[in-house]
């Protein structure tokens, strides 16, 4: 089965910059997100396969590549190096004859991108070795952490829709089938950046912003506390 993301209708993969990524990832510098797009020093390929070519200095990235960079900055976080991540990736996206084996249901694929984890192990210090070899339950448990908040195609196992703040703004969704991938409420699909800055057009008034893009109150405050949790 292949899995391929660049096998998908480009205009329905989300368009995002990395200021954009680093804003719903909440990463506060966008410089690593940088350097992830970038092949090693040792030849070694850039640890995400974006599916757009860059542009001039334009560097947009599909949503795959958004759910990546979630999967790299998590695992960064745990202490394990760009270099290994990269070897990891490389190996991985043959195995599974995709682009994006970090964007991957772990139904499926659980324990076989355990043991590519476990295969570069030995090389990255007892930290990493204690934390991927041989502790299912831990890296389980890393998984479902990855997987929170994100639902997958059940024919390409690809992630396909995610809710950056599912526990305090449930209905906000990132899908790169509504507005090129923006954050859109979940029902109505208005882009939540839209209402932000109509309610701040409009000093306040929630009502007026709600009639004029047809949603519910409800909709509008959820839409607005999203944006200030994404801005702070």
């Not at 479902?144 to 059940?154: C, E, I, P, S």
């Not at 449930?170 to 209402?195: E, H, L, Q």
């Amino acid at each position: 089965m292949s899995v391929a993301a660049n096998e998908i209708d480009p205009l329905l993969g989300g368009f995002y910059t990395v200021g954009e990524a680093a804003r719903l990832l909440r990463i506060d510098n966008r410089q690593r997100i940088y350097r992830w797009l970038r092949s090693g020093d040792d030849a070694c390929e850039a640890v995400i396969a974006r599916d757009y070519d860059p542009i001039s200095k334009s560097q947009e990235l599909s949503f795959w590549d958004l759910i990546e960079i979630r999967f790299v900055e998590h695992f960064r976080s745990q202490g394990l190096s760009l270099q290994y991540l990269r070897k990891v990736a490389e190996v991985a996206r043959k195995k599974f004859k995709t682009l994006h084996p970090f964007a991957l249901s772990n139904a499926e694929y659980l324990t076989d991108r355990r043991k590519i984890f476990e295969q570069f192990s030995e090389n990255e210090g007892i930290r990493i070795r204690e934390l991927l070899s041989g502790q299912y339950e831990m890296y389980d448990a890393i998984e479902t952490v990855l997987a929170k908040g994100v639902a997958f195609d059940a024919k390409t196992s690809l992630a396909e829709e995610w809710r950056p703040l599912q526990n305090d703004c449930p209905n906000v969704v990132v899908n790169p089938r509504y507005a090129y991938g923006k954050p859109v409420m979940g029902d109505s699909r208005v882009p939540t950046d839209a209402i932000y800055r109509q309610w701040r057009a409009e000093k306040g008034d929630r009502k007026r912003v709600a009639a004029w893009w047809g949603v519910s109150g409800a909709e509008v405050d959820e839409a607005i506390e999203f944006e200030i949790r994404m801005a702070a």
